[in-house]
């Protein structure tokens, strides 16, 4: 599978389309039968890293990971 590359244009950040794209894409995943996603995201990006939390990604502990983070999740939705 290819990677996914999600950039939203600054005027476009924060008004829920980085998490509408996340959801599409976890459902689409799901339907598919993939059981979970792994990201990377540079570490100094604390506005995507808040948004990727309260979409349920936790962070997957790397040796060494330099100026990233990686983050990971199952693709079904989680439970509220």
Partial sequence: ??????DLL???QR???GRALMTAFLH???AKGVPAVQLSMLT?????RACYDRLGFHEIPV???RP?????R???????
Avoid: Q
């Fill in 63 to 65: 040796p060494d990971p």
């Fill in 74 to 80: 199952s693709t079904e939705p989680p439970v509220t």
């Fill in 10 to 12: 600054h005027g476009h």
């Fill in 15 to 17: 008004a829920g389309h």
């Fill in 68 to 72: 990233v983070t990686y983050l990971g």
């Fill in 44 to 48: 100094v990006n604390t506005r995507a």
């Fill in 1 to 6: 599978m290819e990677p996914l590359h999600i």
């Fill in 28 to 30: 689409a995943l799901a």
